[in-house]
């Protein structure tokens, strides 16, 4: 829900277990308890999509969720993730855009210790885009009410005997009919690929062909989304919001043309999950501000975790019976 703060603060003084997201200022104006929150001033909320500096959006840890443990983590700690979720638990993982631990987390997830056993959601902080090389995105450990803009923080939860998690990921974008696309290196920054086989300048290649950069490159074997940031074309180099791997072959994603109604036709009927987020991308490129995405409320973010980091997805986690 999206709400103020001095709402947010009665609960927090309640006792509940909160997850929540608001600008920086906001939630360092917040008392120490059972919470852990990120920076971003864009929201789905009920009433549709919202920017707002001063509230605050809240996600409240259900009592099918028993007990919760609060852990921060650096680059060198994050692979312990999935170690420290208990075997019939639940993580919720937020890490600030812009760090290390964030690369380290997205160029390795995949083969951390304990990973896919336990279901693993969250989203990556952010600022607004009127801030972008002014602000840098933070993550707060509620228990302390710190700040951290090199660190993640993380909410590990044991679910209520009989209760299983389910984790869903809604991606609209399909992996087009055009060139297929490879990368030698894994990388969030890429100068040379390879186009159906023969090397390219990637910079090049996107500006030559006139791609349309608001939809993303997508695993062709896993259907994940790379998403662009910037096509440098003076330095030959692409940035982008997630790594590629070698090993993999890609290819654009087919354009949609009514993300609304492609979206809520992807919905489950009758969904009313636990946490869910959207892309900041989602939000901009579809337009989403004022318009509400039925079911799904809660902070629009700078990438998504469903075990491991995604972009241009939404993905929600639902507690239901086992």
Same mark, same amino acid.
């Given at each position: 829900?999206?709400?103020?703060?001095?709402?947010?603060?009665?609960?927090?003084?309640?006792?509940?277990?909160?997850?929540?997201?608001?600008?920086?200022?906001?939630?360092?104006?917040?008392?120490?308890? =059972?919470?852990?929150?990120?920076?971003?001033?864009?929201?789905?909320?009920?009433?549709?999509?919202?920017?707002?500096?001063?509230?605050?959006?809240?996600?409240?840890?259900?009592?099918?969720?028993?007990?919760?443990?609060?852990?921060?983590? /650096?680059?060198?700690?994050?692979?312990?993730?999935?170690? /420290?979720? $208990?075997?019939?638990?639940?993580?919720?993982?937020?890490?600030?855009?812009?760090?290390?631990?964030?690369?380290?987390?997205?160029?390795?997830?995949?083969?951390?210790?304990?990973?896919?056993?336990?279901?693993?959601?969250?989203?990556?902080?952010?600022?607004?885009?009127?801030?972008?090389?002014?602000?840098?995105?933070?993550?707060?450990?509620?228990?302390?009410?710190?700040?951290?803009?090199?660190?993640?923080?993380?909410?590990?939860?044991?679910?209520?005997?009989?209760?299983?998690?389910?984790?869903?990921?809604?991606?609209?974008?399909? $992996?087009?009919?055009?060139?297929?696309?490879?990368?030698?290196?894994?990388?969030?920054?890429?100068?040379?690929?390879?186009?159906?086989?023969?090397?390219? =300048?990637?910079?090049?290649?996107?500006?030559?062909?006139?791609?349309?950069?608001?939809?993303?490159?997508?695993?062709?074997? =896993?259907?994940?989304?790379?998403?662009?940031?910037?096509?440098?074309?003076?330095?030959?180099?692409?940035?982008?919001?997630?790594?590629?791997?070698?090993?993999?072959?890609?290819?654009?994603?087919?354009?949609?043309?009514?993300?609304?109604?492609?979206?809520?036709?992807?919905?489950?009927?009758?969904?009313?999950?636990?946490?869910?987020? =959207?892309?900041?991308?989602?939000?901009?490129?579809?337009?989403?501000?004022?318009?509400?995405?039925?079911?799904?409320?809660?902070?629009?973010?700078?990438?998504?975790?469903?075990?491991?980091?995604?972009?241009?997805?939404?993905?929600?986690?639902?507690?239901? /019976?086992?």
């Amino acid at each position: 829900m999206l709400t103020s703060t001095k709402e947010v603060t009665r609960r927090i003084l309640a006792g509940e277990r909160l997850l929540l997201a608001a600008e920086e200022d906001v939630l360092a104006s917040l008392p120490v308890g =059972n919470w852990i929150g990120g920076t971003t001033p864009y929201f789905m909320a009920e009433t549709g999509g919202t920017v707002s500096r001063h509230a605050v959006f809240a996600q409240v840890i259900p009592p099918e969720v028993e007990q919760v443990l609060i852990e921060t983590y /650096d680059a060198d700690s994050i692979h312990r993730i999935c170690l /420290d979720t $208990p075997e019939n638990g639940i993580g919720f993982l937020i890490l600030p855009s812009a760090s290390a631990v964030l690369l380290e987390f997205a160029e390795k997830a995949p083969d951390f210790d304990g990973m896919f056993l336990r279901p693993l959601t969250g989203w990556i902080s952010g600022v607004h885009l009127d801030d972008l090389g002014r602000k840098s995105a933070k993550v707060f450990d509620g228990r302390t009410a710190t700040i951290h803009s090199d660190r993640g923080v993380a909410m590990h939860g044991t679910l209520a005997q009989g209760k299983k998690a389910n984790l869903g990921v809604i991606n609209l974008f399909q $992996p087009g009919d055009g060139d297929v696309l490879a990368f030698p290196e894994v990388g969030f920054h890429v100068g040379e690929c390879l186009v159906n086989g023969a090397p390219r =300048n990637f910079a090049e290649y996107l500006l030559e062909t006139k791609v349309d950069t608001r939809v993303p490159l997508v695993a062709c074997v =896993n259907g994940s989304n790379v998403s662009f940031q910037a096509v440098d074309a003076d330095h030959g180099r692409v940035d982008l919001y997630a790594p590629v791997f070698p090993g993999l072959e890609y290819r654009l994603a087919e354009p949609i043309s009514d993300y609304l109604w492609c979206f809520h036709s992807a919905l489950p009927s009758g969904l009313r999950p636990t946490f869910s987020c =959207n892309c900041i991308l989602n939000f901009l490129y579809s337009d989403l501000e004022g318009k509400i995405t039925e079911g799904m409320s809660g902070p629009i973010t700078f990438g998504e975790i469903a075990y491991q980091l995604l972009n241009q997805t939404l993905v929600y986690l639902s507690i239901e /019976d086992g």
